[in-house]
């Protein structure tokens, strides 16, 4: 898996700028602390198109973090 690095960007649309806040707020809320990692992921989720709900969120962060090692 190719690792992905979050970099500031003026072409993110409302959008997708909408998906990664509901990422980081659900990630918070099941007590989860954001480290650039969990940033990456939320990147890396929103980049590929991957949708699902809260449980395959999680399954596919494990799976991510799996990949990454």
Same mark, same amino acid.
């Not at 929103?46 to 969120?57: A, M, N, P, V, Y």
């Given at each position: 898996?190719?690792?992905?690095?979050v970099?500031?960007?003026?072409?993110? @649309?409302?959008? =997708? %700028?909408?998906?990664?806040?509901? &990422? %980081? @707020?659900?990630? $918070? +809320?099941?007590?989860?602390? $954001?480290?650039?990692? &969990?940033? =990456?992921?939320?990147?890396?989720? $929103?980049?590929? !198109? $991957?949708?699902?709900? =809260? #449980? !395959?969120?999680? +399954? #596919?962060?494990?799976?991510? +973090? #799996? &990949?990454?090692?």
């Open positions: 898996m190719k690792k992905t690095t970099q500031s960007d003026w072409r993110h @649309t409302d959008e =997708e %700028l909408d998906k990664r806040k509901y &990422l %980081l @707020t659900f990630f $918070i +809320k099941n007590g989860f602390t $954001i480290s650039s990692s &969990l940033y =990456e992921f939320c990147d890396y989720y $929103i980049s590929q !198109g $991957i949708t699902g709900d =809260e #449980e !395959g969120i999680i +399954k #596919e962060f494990k799976r991510y +973090k #799996e &990949l990454s090692l």
